[in-house]
């Protein structure tokens, strides 16, 4: 079992700053892409950014320049610092990582695990 806690969201004015985490734990062997999704009311779930087990990142063209994805790695976490928010940036926010779980000491199954949402709201 892997378990994934998402935590850093909250109010803040248009032109602050917050940073999301992450963390995973539990049976994990390894994990390979982790990536920030959103959704906002009466809208899809959308992707906001992604980064590789090799530390390659993309971003949705709407953040970029004003978002950040990173890892730890020995940690397994998950890190979006969020700058210059916007009143559209308003939305909840999941973490998904793809995760290679551990079975009997050596690499099982992969899974892709989403985190349980964070709010963000951007507003005055």
């Known amino acids: 079992q892997v378990q994934l806690v998402e935590s850093g969201g909250g109010l803040v004015q248009p032109g602050g700053s917050l940073r999301l985490s992450c963390a995973a734990a539990?049976?994990?062997?390894?994990?390979?892409?982790m990536a920030w999704y959103r959704q906002a009311p009466g809208k899809q779930r959308e992707l906001v950014a992604t980064?590789?087990?090799?530390?390659?990142?993309k971003y949705a063209d709407s953040v970029k320049g004003r978002f950040t994805i990173s890892r730890d790695n020995a940690k397994n976490t998950v890190y979006l610092q969020m700058n210059s928010l916007k009143p559209e940036d308003t939305a909840v926010y999941y973490c998904?990582?793809?995760?290679?779980?551990?079975?009997?000491?050596?690499?099982?199954?992969?899974?892709?695990?989403w985190g349980q949402g964070t709010q963000v709201t951007v507003s005055s």
């Open positions: 998904l990582l793809d995760v290679i779980t551990v079975v009997a000491g050596a690499p099982g199954y992969e899974y892709d695990y």
């Open positions: 980064i590789t087990s090799g530390g390659s990142t």
């Open positions: 539990g049976s994990i062997y390894s994990i390979n892409a």
